[in-house]
């Protein structure tokens, strides 16, 4: 994977009601969902939307990031500024929507890092350029990696169709 | 080695003597459950099938459910259009579990399915919805999904990468003090286990308490482990199961009842005593924050909030209006009810508890999501704080980050209704 820094630092419990409130839940297509990506959080929806957020950076939350309701938006608003959710851990309807829709998370459960520090993901660990540590990722189990190979679970998916017979 | 419950369920569905921890099953799906996100289900569905040659079919049009209840009546265009969009495929699908803006039918998803006669002990049950695990009270192994894990459920009729969860046992015994409620249980055990608590496994409840409580109660405690991490609650079935299934959901044909093995391994058991609890009150801005009541009595509150999938049920009326009837809703705060399905408000309606409410001066809401997620209805000011009887109080939850939301039973906001602060049923009538 890729370097880059962290633009947001959170904490535990991040619930979908803080990353996509119920309130634009009618807007549904991952083209119009990015614009309401953390929007009661106003300084960094406004950097979000002026673009001012390189593709590649990464946010880091403590744990069970992604608690709370199931909507996908909260999964695919993220996914459109090509950000990198790194996490203590994630809660399980997030985790899968995740994997569905090809954003991008890393499960971290010793990572430390600030806002700013410039991180790099690769093999098998968080490298914390800033503060010279590193932190052991926790990898996905197979099947579920085998959905991201794929990339995302419509292709996935469609795969598994075209081995059934026609209905 | 014994199996949990939802182990011996997840075998039984995917036609094997037996499954062990952390094997990765794609067991058929005997019910999928959706509701206005069903806009996005079609979208991902229809891409699925993109460049196949084939026609967008969905597996068993018997074997899906869609209701209408986030934002009923349609509270904008937007919503309108996503609506007429789900009813042509419902059309188009030959799909019949569907319930539309109705009086007659419609309600609050995790109502209607339980009140219709769809969820069946043994079922493997998916909903994009979070709170499906309140279908676990049925002996359904229930959980929710996003959209797109649906639109695949639609195409394949079968849920892909379902890891055996472990399961953590509790087991309740004694008798709930007067004013106490399962409300009360469900909220004490989310703040002993945390929100992530039980993240990727089941609670599976027993005891006493637990066989002595009515579906009703049963529906209130699976509705939230969700709010603790859980995939899944699960009531293993017993009479009451049945009496029920039978006497309020009309189900005729025979049922499948099983339970846990005797010695069936369990990652954790947490015991509790019913009797020494006492109300529960889950603060700001976490499920988890459970304080009880006494901490935190006093508390001024500007909107009090009755009904949701989790108290919206008749009983929950029937406590609300035994608390009010005769009396007044505090000129300090506004009291809003919404029944969770339209055969209750009828119920209620018959049975005069809403012409008490009324009376007292609580506003009675259509049945549906309503303020429970601050869409189009009941909304909060800046600065306001609301106490309810619906499951999550996420900063941003009501429809407003700058307020505060605070989770109890009925009867705690019903007898705070009276006083507007937070107060104890506990010693009142
Ligand atoms: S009442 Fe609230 S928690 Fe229940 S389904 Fe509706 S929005 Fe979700």
């Known amino acids: 994977m890729a370097t880059g820094k962290v633009v947001r630092k959170l904490g535990d419990d991040i619930s979908t009601d803080i990353i996509y409130p119920g309130r634009f839940m009618a807007t549904v297509l991952p083209t119009e969902t990015p614009q309401y990506a953390f929007v009661d959080d106003a300084g960094f929806n406004r950097k979000l939307k002026a673009k001012e957020i390189p593709p590649g950076s990464f946010i880091v939350a403590g744990g ?15 996914k459109g500024y090509e950000i990198t959710v790194i996490a203590r851990n994630f809660a399980r309807i997030f985790l899968q929507n995740s994997i569905n829709v090809g954003l991008a998370m890393v499960i971290c459960p010793n990572i430390e890092a600030e806002e700013g520090d410039e991180l790099d993901v690769t093999g098998g660990k968080v490298v914390n350029r800033t503060s010279g540590k590193s932190f052991a990722i926790e990898s996905l189990p197979q099947a579920r990696q085998a959905i991201i190979d794929a990339g995302g679970l419509i292709p996935y998916a469609r795969r598994l169709l075209l081995e059934r017979p026609v209905r | 080695m014994g199996m949990t419950y939802v182990q011996k369920l997840l075998a039984r569905a995917c036609g094997k003597s037996a499954v062990a921890l952390g094997d990765v099953l794609e067991p058929p799906v005997h019910l999928a459950m959706s509701h206005e996100n069903g806009a996005l289900v079609i979208n991902q569905f229809n891409e699925i099938f993109q460049g196949t040659g084939r026609e967008p079919k969905v597996w068993d049009p018997s074997r899906i459910a869609i209701i209408f209840d986030h934002r009923v009546p349609a509270e904008s265009s937007k919503t309108a259009t996503n ?56 002996g359904a192994f229930a959980f929710g999904i996003g959209a797109t894990e649906m639109a695949s459920v639609w195409a394949l009729g079968n849920i892909l990468n379902v890891e055996v969860p472990g399961t953590i046992k509790v087991v309740v015994n004694g008798r709930f003090a007067r004013g106490v409620y399962p409300k009360d249980l469900i909220l004490y055990l989310i703040g002993k286990l945390t929100a992530e608590g039980a993240n990727y496994r089941v609670i599976e409840f027993h005891g006493e308490t637990i066989r002595s409580m009515p579906t009703s109660g049963r529906l209130v405690l699976c509705n939230m482990t969700v709010e603790a991490g859980a995939t899944g609650g699960v009531i293993p079935p017993d009479a009451e199961t049945e009496r029920y299934l ?45 304080k009880p009541i006494g901490e935190v009595a006093g508390k001024k509150i500007q ?98 980050p700058n307020a505060e939301v605070y989770l109890c039973s009925t009867a705690v906001a019903a007898t705070s209704a009276l006083t507007g602060v937070i107060s104890d049923p506990r010693g009142v009538n």
């Not at chain 2, 789900?86 to 799909?95: L, S, Y």
């Not at chain 2, 506004?334 to 508890?353: C, D, K, Q, T």
């Not at chain 2, 007292?360 to 601050?374: I, Q, R």
């Open chain 2, 303 to 400: 909107q009090i909030v009755v009904g949701s999938c989790t108290n919206g049920r008749l009983d929950d009326l029937e406590v609300a209006a035994a608390i009010l009837k005769g009396k007044r809703v505090a000129d300090s705060t506004r009291m809003l009810i919404f029944p969770a399905s339209w055969r209750i408000y009828a119920e209620a309606l018959r049975l005069g508890y809403l012409a008490d409410l009324i009376a007292a001066g609580a506003v009675v809401c259509n049945p549906g999501c309503g303020p429970c997620l601050g869409i189009h209805q009941g909304a909060l000011a800046d600065g306001e704080t609301a106490l309810a009887t619906t499951n999550r109080n996420f900063k941003g939850r009501m429809g407003n």
């Open chain 1, 64 to 78: 069970n990031f992604g608690c709370g309701s199931s909507r996908e938006q909260a999964a695919s608003c993220i």
């Open chain 2, 246 to 290: 039978r006497e309020e959901a009309g189900v005729k044909e025979p049922l499948d009842l099983f339970g846990p093995d005797a010695d069936a391994v369990y990652d954790q058991v947490v015991e509790v005593d019913a009797a020494t609890l006492a109300p529960q009150i889950a603060c700001p801005h976490t499920v988890d924050n459970v």
């Open chain 2, 83 to 138: 609506q007429k969009k789900i009813r042509e495929f419902i059309a188009k699908q030959g799909i019949t579990k569907f319930h539309d803006i109705r009086g007659d039918v419609g309600g609050i998803c995790h109502q209607i399915l339980p009140e219709n006669g769809y969820v069946r002990p043994g079922q493997v049950l998916v909903g994009t919805d979070s709170h499906t695990t309140t279908h676990g009270a049925l």
